[in-house]
T-cell receptor, first 109, second 115 residues
Framework: GNSVTQMEGPVTLSEEAFLTINCTYT??????LFWYVQYPGEGLQLLLK?????DKGSNKGFEATYRKETTSFHLEKGSVQVSDSAVYFC????????FGAGTTVTVRA | DAGVIQSPRHEVTEMGQEVTLRCKPI?????LFWYRQTMMRGLELLIY????????DSGMPEDRFSAKMPNASFSTLKIQPSEPRDSAVYFC?????????????FGSGTRLTVV
């Protein structure tokens, strides 16, 4: 079946550091791919999405490119802030969302 | 739009009691999903509905769990009898259609504690 594997955390960074969270997927066909973010004590919010190969999703300084050749959708941000501290989930859509395990990111001032 | 609305936000109950979680999806969304989040298992899909009809309930843990969607604006997830291992955060999400290009919107969740 379709599945998502994402980089295990936790990840601790200093402010203004570069962030990468790896995500790879296994799927038949070309499903839509998502990154969701969960701030402490809150629900999941859509961060960005890509619906076809080579699409780049972007939002709030975060980017991810749908790579069919490497079946990947890695999340990147060039300069993180303390407010980016959260849990990040990679997800794949096959008429329902299948989530990765989540990566906890902590940004220190 | 107020988004996906879940109630209650927190529920503490004793083992053996019945628990009912509620969800109001975004108006016009015809797909609804129930997820459970735990530290050990992450986010698991329990069941999803399309046009009020259950499509896939393979994630429902056991017969103690049941879900209904009597109309397009309301769904319930019931646990009877509840057990301590059911303690988790339960999320409801809705989507405009089958398939994710249109996106999924999540509620704030219900944190269930069974003691």
């Amino acid at each position: 079946g379709n599945s998502v594997t994402q980089m295990e955390g936790p990840v601790t960074l200093s402010e203004e550091a570069f962030l990468t969270i790896n995500c790879t997927y296994t799927a038949t066909g070309y499903p839509s791919l998502f990154w969701y973010v969960q701030y402490p004590g809150e629900g999941l919010q859509l961060l960005l999405k890509a619906t076809k190969a080579d699409d780049k999703g972007s939002n709030k300084g975060f980017e991810a490119t749908y790579r069919k050749e490497t079946t990947s959708f890695h999340l990147e941000k060039g300069s993180v802030q303390v407010s980016d501290s959260a849990v990040y989930f990679c997800a794949l859509d096959d008429y329902k969302l299948s989530f990765g395990a989540g990566t906890t990111v902590t940004v220190r001032a | 739009d107020a988004g996906v609305i879940q109630s209650p936000r927190h529920e503490v109950t004793e083992m053996g009691q019945e628990v009912t979680l509620r969800c109001k999806p975004i108006s016009g969304h015809n797909s609804l999903f129930w997820y459970r989040q735990t530290m050990m298992r992450g986010l698991e899909l329990l069941i999803y509905f399309n046009n009020n009809v259950p499509i896939d309930d393979s994630g429902m843990p056991e017969d103690r769990f049941s879900a209904k969607m009597p109309n397009a604006s309301f769904s319930t997830l019931k646990i009877q009898p509840s057990e301590p291992r059911d303690s988790a955060v339960y999320f409801c999400a809705s989507s405009p259609g089958a398939g994710g290009a249109a996106g999924y919107t999540f509620g704030s969740g219900t944190r269930l504690t069974v003691v």
